[in-house]
């Protein structure tokens, strides 16, 4: 988001477009036809990856994976997808990848080899970690609540920042033996980041520098159309979840990707997910892929819980960074205090890189920059080089390798070279 709509939303297809997917399908008494192979793409990627779990794709295009789990305080088991470094000890950070609302790991993988960001990372040594925050369709397990049981679905953000990040970066730190990592988080992904950096400080020490791919902190400057409409009516919509027991919101469904098929073919660049998509992100046509958008179907929604839109949306609403807001009497019972804490942001000494789109209709560019403003140690801030960047654009653009992933990168080298140095 991020505002909880995004299309990775915080990194993901937009939730509208699904709501729009959805209820049109119930319109539609059809076959599914079998998707066509004659579709062509700017990157290395077939139909096939939106069929296939992260760790199949890794598989598919001949990198090593591995499969881990880190245990949160509060119980949630997380899923961790590691893609181990080719030649170990060759990088003193390991790196992990954090993905946006709505999204899953698959959101760092679907333009391919060569250009996702995880690829580009595992094809130059670095020891990759990719997190499935809880609650999506990779991270559904708890120590002894299951998915159908209300308590495993009250949570927000919050609780991923809190409790499922200190648990991640622990478990990566054992495991590899590294002091510090890097951490690169786009949308809701910077989210969690910010709330464990600022509510459990002592992690900022074990951070060597995190990636903030639009930061979805500050939020008051939504253009986007249909996330207002949706932030207006959150409560109401709410009360609807509420009478139907619907806590868990646009769960995985392998049905998603062959009915985008059908609603929005990829022959049609005008097709109605996609105006949906441009209304919600911000337009960039010329740098969308209709075959990797439609394979993030596969993979994205990838399931979130109710709660984590509504705190988006107070966030929204308030333009203020604070915690879950359970009306006066129960904050005052939860928080001591009528109004929930907000964050506190000048805990943040972690060093931290920004990345902002001028056509991000979800993180304005106004809100990164009064962000930045807003952390003790002043970070380096960069702007995309192309005014039509969008907030998908930062996993799913044609030129997000250039423009984003190849800075990165370049940022990287610099910063094995300092620590190598302070090993000699």
């Known amino acids: 988001m991020t505002l909880g709509l995004e299309c990775s939303l915080c990194g993901l297809p937009v939730i509208a477009a699904y709501l729009s997917i959805v209820f049109l399908f119930c319109l ?238 990829m022959s049609d660049e005008n097709n109605i997910c996609m105006q949906i998509v441009s209304q919600t992100v911000g337009p960039n046509p010329k740098m969308v892929d209709m075959m990797a958008m439609h394979i993030l179907t596969g993979h994205d929604p990838a399931g979130a819980s109710v709660k984590q839109l509504l705190h988006f949306a107070q966030v929204q609403r308030s333009g203020q960074f604070r915690q879950y807001d359970y009306g006066r009497r129960n904050n005052t019972v939860r928080y001591s205090h009528w109004k929930p804490p907000a964050y506190n942001l000048s805990a943040v000494t972690a060093p931290v890189t920004i990345f902002y789109a001028l056509n991000d209709w979800l993180v304005d560019p106004r809100d990164a920059l009064r962000f930045a403003r807003l952390l003790p140690n002043k970070p380096l801030v960069n702007v995309v080089e192309d005014e039509n960047f969008n907030h998908l654009d930062f996993v799913t653009a044609k030129n997000a390798r250039s423009l984003v992933y190849e800075p990165i990168l370049s940022d990287l080298r610099e910063l094995d070279e300092m620590a190598l140095r302070e090993i000699r």
């Open 28 to 265: 539609v008494d059809a076959r599914v036809p079998a998707l066509s192979n004659n579709a062509t793409s700017y990157f290395t990627i077939d139909l096939e990856d939106g069929t296939m779990t992260t760790p199949q794709l890794i598989q598919k295009y001949g990198y090593p994976v591995e499969n881990h789990a880190a245990t949160s305080a509060d119980g949630y088991i997380i899923s961790l997808t590691r893609i181990p470094a080719s030649k170990p000890n060759r990088h003193p950070y390991p790196i992990l990848l954090v993905h946006g609302l709505l999204g899953s790991s698959g959101d760092y993988l679907v333009i391919g080899p060569n250009n996702s960001i995880a690829y580009l990372l595992a094809d130059r040594g670095y020891d990759v970690w990719l997190a499935d925050m809880r609650g999506n369709r990779y991270s559904q397990k708890h120590v002894r609540l299951t998915i159908d049981s209300p308590d495993y679905w009250d949570f927000s953000w919050h609780e991923m920042g809190y409790y499922d990040m200190p648990a991640i970066i622990e478990y990566i730190l054992h495991q590899t033996t590294a002091r510090k990592l890097i951490y690169i988080g786009h949308s809701q992904g910077t989210t969690v980041f910010f709330v464990m950096a600022s509510a459990r400080p002592e992690f900022n020490d074990k951070i060597a520098r995190m990636y903030a791919l639009s930061p979805a902190v500050c939020l008051k400057r939504l253009r986007s159309p249909v996330s207002r409409w949706l932030i207006d009516h959150a409560y109401r919509l709410k009360e609807l979840f509420d009478m139907f027991g619907v806590q868990q919101f646009l769960p995985h469904s392998d049905l998603t990707y062959y009915i985008s098929g059908i609603i929005c073919p």
